[in-house]
């Protein structure tokens, strides 16, 4: 059952402009959201995180958004750099027990 | 930050032979490891949930005699695939923890593991 789900599974951006990768999610009683950055051959790295309560999380150049009636978060970042071109995973958590990751989403930034 | 290691970074093994994959804290003690999988193109799907001192828990569908899971001190865990077959052949991931929460793991640089 693939309660998390990124129905883009590529995105290509060019370079000083916004990325916005989408994640959606089928169970209500997440409460806890994640963005992991990966690159090839290695392990998923924390990019920044959301609290079901809240509705916007800021970091630097990332920003996720949380639309709990929609069930629906997103990714931003802006601008977009070369460096941040990857595989994107969002993951959501329940109760501290149950992680479920979405099927990723490749970002291509080009210079 | 915290850094977890894992070892070997790629295995070619043949079918029906065992192999195993380390995964170490190397600058804090991990109460709780975590093992997942990740098919190409595909999510990361969680194996098991191991803490320190006491047998894995397992994921609904992972079959534990195939999966061995140690984690005997609070800086190695290990992955064990008993009797491997070519529809093992996976990128495994582990990720450590200090606390119990899922929300604070680290992620090892994963092994690709081919099994002809």
Known sequence: ?111 | GAVVSQHPSWVICKSGTSVKIECRSLDFQATTMFWYRQFPKQSLMLMATSNEGSKATYEQGVEKDKFLINHASLTLSTLTVTSAHPEDSSFYICSASWVSSRETQYFGPGTRLLVL
């Open chain 1, 1 to 111: 059952d693939q309660q998390v789900k990124q129905n883009s599974p590529s995105l290509s951006v060019q370079e000083g402009r916004i990325s916005i990768l989408n994640c959606d999610y089928t169970n209500s009683m997440f409460d806890y959201f994640l963005w992991y950055k990966k690159y090839p051959a290695e392990g998923p790295t924390f990019l920044i995180s959301i609290s079901s309560i809240k509705d916007k999380n800021e970091d630097g150049r990332f920003t996720v958004f949380l639309n709990k009636s929609a069930k629906h978060l997103s990714l931003h970042i802006v601008p977009s750099q070369p460096g941040d071109s990857a595989v994107y995973f969002c993951a959501a958590l329940y109760n501290n027990n149950d992680m479920r990751f979405g099927a990723g989403t490749r970002l291509t930034v080009k210079p």
